[in-house]
């Protein structure tokens, strides 16, 4: 049998020279982490892509020279100006990194282009990702289809994901989000509320205080840390009478609470906690209620996913952090679907099974859509899917879904 040779034998030390094989010039890894962006219309959220929070969130605003501070995109200021804002305060050393921009399907075609020449212009970025926030705020829950309600700050609009596919033709959208519960609270804080003073009287809200309000974010503190969505009947109770107001012959509704305003003090009563939500559920001609999105969007998706759809509710957004939101959001579906005074009950009568995704003790609702984002950002498929610096320099602008629809035609 044949020695094998080693390393040290004369058959290998005497023979031909061991000349490695040649496989090739390796490129170097850039094992650096993706950034995820998410750029809301109230706060901004960014971190790294693996990574299950974000590493800050920030207002969306910018300081102008006089100190007062305005949105990042606002509609009355000219392109130019609204790039060199982008500029100065994007928060990040980018440069020849990957990013996931997180943006909702209805953002403007000129601000997704601003941004883009931003990053690639100025921050030298190697590649850039708009990824639609509802879809990827499925990836969390490990579904591929769902209903996505992202209650934002300025409106709520609600997209169907089927198999990975957003149905764009079935969104609804409406103007009822954070702002709308803001506005709701301090119209009822100056007809109800009221502030003790440092001698002890009590006094209503005037003007000066609706001014030190909007200076402090006093009503999104009272909103946030004071109000909860109502149950489905205390809500008939006070649509029937108004039983449940101050001083009502209703169920006693919950405590007031006492804030500091300056050297005086703001009470918040029940009343006002209680019942600041509703305009999430106001029936009126102008505008739809949020039950009434939701049904709407599902009635123009196929009859076949319409079940599926309703046991499948994703619920994103600041807003949709409200206690007893789910409760009172499922109570309403269920009731209009079997009213027979409403026109969902022919269509959509026979569903009585409404189910939401959601991990307790959890904030995932406020960080969900960049969540999503996070984890598309660690996949290797995330360079094949981005924008990359050559191609923007090629055609200076960021391609959508509306062109391929132009350039197939």
């Known amino acids: 049998m044949a020695e094998t040779p080693t390393a040290g034998?004369?058959?290998?030390?005497?023979?031909?020279?061991?000349?490695?094989?040649?496989?090739?010039?390796?490129?170097?890894?850039?094992?650096?982490?993706?950034?995820?962006?998410?750029?809301?219309?109230?706060?901004?959220?960014?971190?790294c892509a693996g990574e299950y929070l974000p590493q800050a969130i920030i207002r969306t605003e910018v300081s102008?020279?006089?100190?007062?501070?305005?949105?990042?995109?606002?509609?009355?200021?000219?392109?130019?100006?609204?790039y060199r804002y982008i500029v100065r305060h994007l928060l990040i050393t980018p440069k020849d990194r990957r990013l996931v921009i997180v943006?909702?399907?209805?953002?403007?075609?000129?601000?997704?282009?601003?941004?883009?020449?931003?990053?690639?212009?100025?921050?030298?970025v190697a590649s850039v990702l708009f990824a639609p926030s509802h879809l990827l705020a499925t990836f969390p829950y490990g579904t591929k289809t769902a209903l996505v309600i992202d209650i934002g700050y300025k409106e709520t609009l609600i997209l169907p994901i089927?198999?990975?596919?957003?149905?764009?033709?079935?969104?609804?959208v409406s103007s009822v989000g954070g702002r709308r519960i803001e506005e709701r609270a301090l119209d009822l804080l100056r007809k109800h509320g009221r502030i003790i003073t440092c001698k002890g009287t009590t006094r209503e809200i005037n003007d000066d205080d609706v001014a030190i309000f909007a200076k402090n974010r006093t009503v999104e503190d009272v909103v946030v840390r004071c109000c909860f969505v109502t149950s489905f009947d205390r809500s008939g109770q006070q649509a029937s009478s108004e039983g449940v107001g101050p001083g009502g012959d209703a169920a006693e509704g919950p405590a007031?609470?006492?804030?500091?305003?300056?050297?005086?003090?703001?009470?918040?009563?029940?009343?006002?906690?209680?019942f600041v939500a509703e305009v999430l559920f106001d029936y009126n001609e102008d505008e739809k209620s949020l039950p009434q999105l939701i049904l709407d969007c599902v009635l123009k998706c196929s009859i076949d996913c319409r079940r599926k759809l309703l046991e499948s509710l994703i619920l994103t957004g600041g807003s949709a952090r409200m206690k007893g939101l789910y409760a009172r959001l499922k109570d309403e579906l269920k009731q209009m679907v079997k009213s027979p005074d409403r026109s969902y009950a022919s269509k959509l009568g026979?569903?009585?099974?409404?189910?939401?995704?959601?991990?307790?003790?959890?904030?995932?609702?406020?960080?969900?859509?960049?969540?999503?984002?996070s984890m598309f950002g660690a996949l290797e498929v995330l360079q094949y899917r981005s924008t990359s610096r050559d191609d923007w320099t090629a055609r200076k602008t960021i391609p959508d879904w509306t062109n391929v629809v132009v350039q197939g035609a």
């Not at 058959?11 to 950034?35: C, H, K, T, W």
């Not at 089927?162 to 609804?172: D, F, K, Q, R, Y």
């Open 350 to 373: 026979n569903i009585d099974s409404f189910k939401f995704y959601l991990y307790p003790n959890t904030p995932l609702e406020m960080i969900a859509n960049w969540l999503g984002g």
């Open 64 to 82: 102008s020279c006089k100190g007062k501070m305005f949105p990042v995109f606002e509609k009355n200021r000219d392109e130019t100006e609204q």
């Open 162 to 172: 089927i198999e990975g596919v957003t149905v764009l033709n079935a969104w609804e």
């Open 9 to 47: 034998s004369p058959r290998l030390s005497r023979g031909r020279r061991y000349v490695p094989m040649n496989v090739g010039r390796f490129e170097p890894i850039d094992n650096r982490q993706a950034l995820v962006i998410e750029i809301g219309n109230r706060f901004t959220k960014v971190g």
């Open 256 to 274: 007031e609470i006492q804030l500091r305003h300056g050297d005086e003090i703001l009470v918040v009563p029940g009343y006002v906690r209680e």
């Open 103 to 124: 943006e909702s399907v209805m953002s403007p075609t000129a601000e997704r282009n601003l941004l883009a020449k931003a990053l690639f212009e100025a921050f030298e």
